[in-house]
Every structure is written in structure tokens, then in C-alpha cells.
């Protein structure tokens, strides 16, 4: 009869959301105080790959890698910053999407301090309410490495004109324990398009060709037409996303979300990697989410194989891919 008490009173609890920890800390786990955080020094210590299609007059650009240095207000999260990242703009702003993956070290004078974390980071370079202001905000999770083995870091970053001033701050939180590693099984059936889009390769912050004469080149910006499947701790989902894949190197990237059977969003950032027959690998990792996923991480790697076909007879230039598959992997949330 005691341990029926306690359960029907631990369910009472749940429903009024008791169990869980203030602000919008996933259930089941602690976090300590906000940190407030700083990014400044920025270098641009890799260019990556600059595309231009001269159809749409978008930027595709892939392996950018910058550094920065984080002054937070919590010591863990101190240290230099390093994000190789993915992004797609368009316009005189270079306004668009970007992920991509993240890593912090920390640099303290005593070195039984010193650890690191890495993860993976979502946002986008956009315009403020008054048409004129670039906002540049990213967010994301990362894990702890090292000393801080078993943490988690939830952050958001957030600043006007980062180019031109060089500092982003943001904020976030710790989760100090109550994230266990859980198995993760998902099958999953999907339709996705792709345009084939048609330029060249620019000089990295320039317009001007890397060839002369310009040398045509191709890629895919592909997105999520429909895609749903089950997942574990999450039911039945429907997916979300886009990304680009090129053709050059047979590599792409993308990122988007998964919304669970209960409305909850998982965030994730993936990376693809042409293999022979037409197969291709997938390497999926969470990057936070929204309620009970809100600090998670993990993800899975699948192999699959595609059946690609041309939708529309009159747009040649628009590809369906279609294929499924079913994989294994973790998650902490």
C-alpha cells in the first residue's frame, strides 16, 4: 500500500507539474543558477567553401571554422570557442540559416579546471523589427568532457551587428546530473526535394570566381517534403528540415527538428556522406529541443539507400529522393 501511495502521489505531482525544475529545464533534472556569457575575439582561422548559384543568387558555404573567446559568469564555461558551421544567405545582408558543430576549451591558469565541451549549434543571421538591424543568434547543447564528464550545457547567443562589433552574448544553464543515457530506436520512412542549383566557386567573402574562366559546378539545397516514423520517447513523429549536399565532394549537411506525438520539438544537425550504389550515411545529432527535450543531446547514424526521380517533367531541375531506415542510438534529455 506504501509504495501505491507514493506512486499515486509522484503521478499528482507530474500532472501539475511539480516534478519538474523551474524554467524550462527538462524534466527529471537539476541545473544550477543562469550563466551569463560573452563571446568577443572572433577569427576566421577557415574560410571553408563559398558556392554561388547564379539562378537563385544564394550563398551556399560549407566548412567555415571560427574561434572566439567566452568570458560566463560560470568558470566551467569559460574558455575558446571553436564552430565549424554550415550556412545559406541571400541578399546584400547575407541574411540565412546556419548550424553546425561546436567545441569549448577551457584554458584556466590551474589545470585540474581545465576540460571541454562539444556539440552541436542551429540559428540564423536575420533582420530585427525594423528592417534594417542584422540579429545573429544561435543556440544548441553541448556535453562535458573530461571534468566536466556527465554535464550538459544548454545555451543561447544573441547580438546586432557581430560582424562589425566582434561580441555575441548569450546565456544558458548546466545540467549538473538527472540526464541518463537512454537507448534510442527510430524507423522512419522519407520523402525529400532537391533543387539542383547551378554556379560556381567564389573566393571566400568576395564575388569573384576562384577559376577564370568560371568553371560550372552543381549542387543539391534539399529539404524535408515529408518524413514521419516512430521513435522511441517520442512516438509518432513528423520531421522537419533542409540542408545542401555537394556534389563535388559527395558530403552535405542540414538541420531541423523532430516534433514528437505530444507536440514536444527535438532540434537536431546532420551530416551526409555519399557511398557507393547510391547508398548514403547519415549522422544525426540533437541539439536541444523545446519541454522535456529542451537540453537534450545524442542522436544515431543510419544507412540507407535512395530512389531518386524527377516529380515534374516541365522543372528538370527538381529532384525527389525517397527511402527510409531504420537505426539505434542514444539520447540524454
Not at 579546471?113 to 528592417?131: H, I, M, P, T, V
Request: proline share 5%.
Amino acid at each position: 500500500m506504501k509504495a501505491k501511495a507514493l506512486l499515486q502521489l509522484s503521478l499528482a505531482l507530474s500532472a501539475f507539474g511539480l516534478l519538474q525544475s523551474a524554467g524550462n529545464c527538462p524534466a527529471g533534472s537539476a541545473r544550477n543558477a543562469n550563466y551569463e556569457v560573452t563571446e568577443d575575439t572572433m577569427v576566421f582561422t577557415n574560410p571553408g567553401r563559398w558556392f554561388y548559384g547564379v539562378l537563385d543568387n544564394k550563398l551556399y558555404i560549407r566548412g567555415v571554422e571560427m574561434t572566439a573567446e567566452d568570458h560566463a559568469t560560470d568558470e566551467r564555461l569559460t574558455g575558446t570557442v571553436t564552430i565549424v558551421f554550415d550556412m545559406v544567405w541571400e541578399g546584400p545582408k547575407q541574411l540565412g540559416p546556419i548550424w553546425g558543430y561546436v567545441k569549448l576549451q577551457n584554458h584556466h591558469a590551474e589545470p585540474a579546471k581545465n576540460g571541454w565541451w562539444e556539440g552541436y549549434c542551429f540559428g540564423a543571421r536575420e533582420l530585427d523589427q525594423d528592417g534594417e538591424t542584422v540579429v545573429s543568434s544561435f543556440e544548441g547543447t553541448m556535453q562535458g568532457r573530461g571534468i566536466h564528464e556527465g554535464l550538459i550545457a544548454r545555451y543561447w547567443y544573441k547580438g546586432t551587428d557581430v560582424m562589425g562589433t566582434g561580441i555575441l552574448p548569450g546565456h544558458g544553464y548546466v545540467v549538473e546530473h538527472g540526464a541518463p543515457v537512454r537507448p534510442l530506436k527510430t524507423r522512419t520512412s522519407h520523402t525529400h526535394l532537391g533543387m539542383i542549383v547551378p554556379g560556381f566557386y567564389v573566393i571566400p567573402f568576395s564575388p569573384v570566381p576562384i577559376t577564370d574562366p568560371i568553371e560550372m559546378k552543381t549542387l543539391i539545397y534539399w529539404w524535408v517534403e515529408d518524413a514521419s516514423g516512430l521513435t522511441t520517447h517520442m512516438g509518432l513523429g513528423v520531421d522537419s528540415g533542409f540542408g545542401i549536399f555537394d556534389m563535388e565532394t559527395g558530403t552535405g549537411s542540414g538541420m531541423g527538428y523532430e516534433t514528437a506525438a505530444n507536440g514536444d520539438k527535438i532540434h537536431w544537425v546532420a551530416g551526409l556522406t555519399g557511398l557507393p550504389n547510391e547508398y548514403t550515411r547519415l549522422d544525426l545529432n540533437f541539439a536541444g529541443g523545446t519541454a522535456r527535450f529542451d537540453a537534450a543531446v545524442g542522436g544515431f547514424t543510419a544507412t540507407f539507400k535512395e530512389e531518386v526521380s524527377i516529380p515534374d517533367p516541365e522543372n528538370p531541375m527538381l529532384l525527389q529522393v525517397d527511402f527510409g531506415y531504420a537505426a539505434s542510438g542514444w539520447i540524454r534529455y
